[in-house]
């Protein structure tokens, strides 16, 4: 099937479906649509029955045998080699030819040249048969129009021609006989007539099930969409914009036994802003919640490795999970994350401290593979560090390097 659908053509494709297409034709952009979605059944559909009818026109020589026996031999060379013969090598090229509407006059040529054929035979034939040997022709018409199941148009197109050739051909009998050749031909204008109204229902259903089909595509691809857009939301802080403490307990999970598996470092900084309470009591909690989203998007910008993650781990305490990542390095983005939030230099007249809104930083890392270690130890040690860090005098990381590493 071809690419997603534009908000156009999905409006395109509820207003077709509503105002109906009884004659058979899409607008524009849809039709083209339609042509290349279906082009390959149809292709494989013209195949088959180009093989059909190849094989249904060899059987006709039993009848000629029996009609027109004058013309055995001329039937056997134009039917099989003529006909059968052209038809398959048509059905070779048949796949290359791209256009709709040219695939299948290629197709309804061969089929006026089946009718030719049989109208040869019986202008030729000397036989008192030949006139009423014509209702052959609605055989000819019949295999076309129920098998080759080209669009509806271009058969009545098709069966057009094929009623005409039948006509000039009845002038051309050097003594028609009309009494015959009259309800011969209303054979066949009943048999066009009937499978030609088969084709118009099969096209017409054909039609509409490929515009359900799209509408439900359609509506398969906004679900996707909105469950994804759910997913999202549910692993994210609504008000910071970082993953939440439920999607980072799920993750952590996940990286922990990674690291267990391949004994890699597993680092944890736990980060609290600074006399918190006295910034909202200063200025408010609407000012106190910008303050929180300024400090995520500092943490976001100073943390951007792939595979570490930052969250929101409950009220003014973030969390960040760094993955192989050495202890000299934790430290320092830890550090980072310290000196970017100061340098946001949000005023924070109530903190006895700089006079602007700060963060301390407890830091945990160990090697998974540790006999030791689990990832609720991890964060314990880290939250421990973090009371050290403010206990210490806030605005600072704690455990320095040589402790970490040790
Ligand atoms: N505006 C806002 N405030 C929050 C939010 N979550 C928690 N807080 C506030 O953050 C403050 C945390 O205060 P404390 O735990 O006493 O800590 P602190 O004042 O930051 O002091 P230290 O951590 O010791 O530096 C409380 O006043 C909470 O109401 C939030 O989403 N928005």
């Known amino acids: 099937m071809a690419a997603e659908l534009s908000a156009g053509a999905a409006l395109q494709v509820e207003q077709t479906l509503a105002e109906r297409f009884r004659w058979l034709v899409f607008p524009r952009e849809l039709e083209a649509r339609y042509a290349q979605d279906t082009s390959r059944t149809r292709i494989q559909q013209l195949r088959q029955a180009g093989y059909a009818i190849a094989g249904l026109i060899n059987l006709f020589l039993v009848s000629d045998h029996a009609m027109v026996p004058d013309r055995f031999e001329d039937a056997l060379w134009l039917r099989t080699l003529g006909f059968t013969g052209l038809t398959l090598l048509g059905l070779q090229v048949l796949g290359h030819i791209h256009q709709v509407l040219s695939r299948e006059l290629f197709v309804a040529s061969s089929a006026v040249l089946a009718s030719l054929i049989h109208i040869y035979l019986c202008l030729t034939s000397q036989s008192d048969n030949a006139q009423a040997y014509m209702v052959g022709l609605a055989m000819i018409i019949f295999y076309t129009n129920v098998f080759s199941r080209m669009r509806f148009w271009v058969v009545l197109a098709l069966n057009g021609v094929q009623m005409g050739l039948f006509a000039l051909a009845c002038v051309q009998f050097p003594n028609p006989h009309w009494q015959l050749l009259l309800p011969i031909g209303l054979v066949l204008g009943s048999t066009a007539t009937f499978t030609a109204y088969y084709l118009y229902s099969l096209e017409y259903e054909d039609r509409h099930n490929y515009l359900l089909s799209l509408r439900q595509r359609e509506l398969n691809s906004e679900l996707t969409i909105a469950n994804d857009e759910l997913e999202r939301v549910s692993r994210t802080d609504a008000l910071t914009q970082v993953a939440n403490r439920r999607h980072f307990d799920e993750f952590f999970a996940q990286v922990w036994s990674r690291a267990v598996h391949d004994n890699e470092r597993v680092s944890i900084l736990m980060l609290d802003v600074d006399h918190f309470k006295q910034y909202n009591d200063r200025y408010g909690h609407q000012a106190g919640d910008a303050c929180l989203e300024s400090v995520a998007q500092a943490l976001r910008q100073s943390v951007r490795r792939p595979g570490d993650l930052v969250a929101r781990y409950g009220g003014e305490e973030f969390i960040v999970l760094l993955y192989r990542t050495p202890a000299d390095q934790v430290q320092a983005a830890a550090e980072r994350v310290r000196a970017s939030v100061e340098a946001l230099a949000v005023p924070h007249e109530g903190s006895p401290l700089y006079g602007r ?50």
Request: aromatic share 4%; net charge positive; proline share 4%.
């Open 357 to 406: 809104v700060t963060v301390s930083l407890g830091v945990a890392s160990v090697q998974a593979g540790d006999r030791h270690a689990s990832p609720q130890r991890l964060i314990q040690q880290a939250d421990q560090a973090l009371y050290q860090a403010k206990n210490r005098g806030r605005n600072r990381v704690w455990p320095q390097v040589e402790e970490l590493v040790s």
